[in-house]
């Protein structure tokens, strides 16, 4: 028999279900979310109403909301100088090759568009890579700038942090930003000989276990470096032993940009550093006049969860695979796509581009590559062509559309980059550009494994479990 204590906890645990599901359903259905994410919400409060009201609490889009009115702020208080900062200084690039309407997409997305008289490297060794930033860092004569979503306390952090410090003894305003998340392995005290020498470092978005600040999304997950607002580099090597060849094989792809379109990534910069300190860089002192170096009309592009400016980087790509007619050839280490973007990728195959898609034969994260893998047989039949490289694992981020286009930057193929994480893209529209990725493109499919449907169909059932169990949860990837 239920005593009279048993019977008054029961119904006020009823009570307090009806008013969580009474107060917090309409909150999440206002919030208009992609539409699963907000079943999966609404279910959670249905049936277990005190975790669901528990994990909204840590995990939703509360903290989150205040965190894009605050970034939205920041931009709208950054713009109008950046704006003007920019149009000053930068030359209109006259796009050919591409198609009218995706050239106007282009200038719409940061109403400036792509500037013209850049000079673009591109890196495939880390070591090369990491020997060209420590020149450009010994280089530097006003300020540098670094912005990087994972920074490694081994051999090539510590290289990159010492250049670093040699240079602001010598008197160069030197400021780092870290990702709280991506560098948590990275303590203060790493940066600390840094910051004595009269460095600045900030980390983005701090995580507090003790407070509501734990959010593990919506991650700067950008690479970013501008040296006296004339040089800069960008792409998809993060700082580190595995990006620098010293410990097991990754393959990357990074750039050196020299002319008009540092600027862009020092824009990105400032916003960043704003967001994250509270100072505001947008002075004439970093934006300096920049001479043309090169005949390569490009852009730089951001993309974050608080962007209002249509998640120009998905925007861009997806409009551009739509305008297809000849290829599609994708770069990924990480490749979980939407719907839309699969749609884009299947009738461009269907409709005779030649689509392939080049992936790590092995990943460092599992439950993702699973995941990519459920989405190979609908892209298989509509005639797409899928590589697996075996030699090292693959971690460049770069997709070439016809003879013109071509990005590369620190987005991946998947959900998470293209609407949790702030990130860049470097856009580079350039027919020389564009054949030299291509080259490199096939060089490494000279040494992978093609994928095709009759090795699909005598995949063991065990693999084809793991792709539809990880396929449930593509959406949060």
């Not at 309409?26 to 528990?54: C, D, K, N, Y």
Request: aromatic share 10%.
């Amino acid at each position: 028999m239920n005593t009279p204590w048993d019977s008054w906890l029961g119904t006020t645990i009823i009570i307090l279900d009806l008013l969580i599901i009474a107060i917090l359903l309409p909150i999440v259905i206002m919030q208009r979310r992609e539409s699963g994410a907000t079943l999966a919400w609404a279910l959670a409060i249905i049936f277990l109403p005190i975790v669901g009201l528990l994990s909204f609490w840590l995990f939703g889009t509360t903290r989150l909301y205040f965190r894009k009115r605050k970034r939205r702020k920041v931009e709208a208080e950054l713009a109008p100088d950046i704006k003007r900062l920019k149009l000053d200084i930068q030359q209109e690039a006259q796009l050919i090759g591409l198609p009218p309407s995706l050239v106007h997409l282009a200038h719409q997305l940061d109403k400036i568009g792509p500037s013209e008289g850049n000079q673009i490297q591109l890196y495939r060794q880390g070591a090369i890579t990491f020997d060209a930033i420590k020149a450009a860092f010994e280089a530097a004569e006003h300020h540098i700038h670094v912005l990087y979503y994972i920074w490694e306390p081994d051999a090539t952090g510590k290289r990159m942090r010492d250049a670093l410090m040699r240079a602001a003894k010598r008197g160069v305003e030197v400021r780092v930003l870290v990702d709280d998340v991506g560098s948590r392995k990275t303590r203060h005290r790493f940066f600390t000989p840094l910051q004595q020498a009269g460095g600045q470092v900030g980390r983005f978005l701090k995580v507090n276990l003790l407070s509501r600040r734990i959010n593990i999304n919506h991650r700067n997950h950008r690479k970013i470096i501008v040296i006296d607002g004339e040089i800069a580099f960008t792409g998809g090597m993060n700082i580190g032993d595995v990006y620098a060849g010293l410990a097991e094989p990754w393959l990357d792809l990074h750039a050196q940009i020299r002319g008009p379109v540092a600027k862009d990534l020092q824009e990105t910069f400032c916003e960043d550093w704003y967001h994250a300190t509270g100072e505001n860089l947008v002075k004439n002192i970093y934006f300096p006049p920049t001479p043309l170096e090169g005949s390569v009309s490009a852009q730089f592009l951001a993309s974050g969860p608080a962007d209002q400016s249509w998640q120009a980087i998905y925007t861009l790509l997806f409009a551009a695979m739509g305008m297809a007619t000849e290829r599609i050839w994708v770069e990924t280490p990480y490749f979980v796509p939407d719907r839309p973007l699969m749609m884009a990728l299947q009738t461009a195959a269907l409709r005779g581009v030649d689509v392939r898609i080049l992936l790590p034969a092995k990943s460092d994260h599992p439950l993702v590559y699973y995941a990519g893998r459920s989405f190979w047989d609908d892209l298989l039949l509509a005639g797409a062509r899928i590589f697996e490289y075996y030699p090292a694992m693959i971690h460049a981020k770069a997709v070439m559309i016809d003879s013109h286009f071509a990005t590369l930057g620190s987005t991946n193929m998947d959900q998470r980059s293209f609407r949790l994480n702030f990130e860049g893209n470097l856009f580079i529209y350039d027919a020389a550009i564009a054949a030299q990725l291509r080259q490199d493109f096939l060089a490494l499919c000279d040494v992978t494994h093609e994928a095709t449907l009759e090795t699909r169909r005598r995949l063991p059932l065990r693999e084809r479990f793991k792709e539809s169990i990880s396929h449930i949860l593509a959406p949060l990837l």
